[in-house]
């Protein structure tokens, strides 16, 4: 499998869609742009969501140096998440990625009437 994650790293699109890919991690970004937000937020923002699943795509984010986990030593804990700087640079892509999925939604409905 070495190979194929080198040839992942050697191709920029498919290493940008293995970063941001998956269900989940296109909402998690675009709910944490501009913004902190603690689980539960993030979770409601979400709601089709499973909490092991929103733990997980965070996990993997915060690992891609993506977004940003802040713990405050506290009972309860206390946990936010935000982008870091890198994961900000990921606004134009996604309000590029807004604007292409409104205008295909349109496309569906008028074919589909």
């Known amino acids: 499998m070495k190979g194929e994650k080198e040839k992942r790293i050697n191709c920029p699109v498919e290493a940008a869609l293995e970063a941001i890919g998956g269900k989940w991690k296109g909402r998690i970004i675009f709910n944490l742009q501009g913004k902190t937000l603690r689980f539960n937020e993030l979770r ?17 984010l915060e690992a891609d140096q993506i977004i940003n986990r802040k713990v ?5 804990p206390k946990v936010e998440y935000s982008l870091t700087e890198f994961g900000e640079t990921l606004a134009p892509v996604f ?6 999925g409104t205008e295909y939604i349109r496309k569906l409905i008028s074919i589909r009437t």
Request: net charge positive; no cysteine.
């Open 72 to 76: 405050y030593p506290e009972v309860p």
């Open 95 to 100: 309000t590029a990625l807004k604007i292409w």
């Open 44 to 60: 409601k923002s979400i709601p089709d969501v499973t909490q092991r699943m929103l733990t997980k795509q965070l996990r993997e």
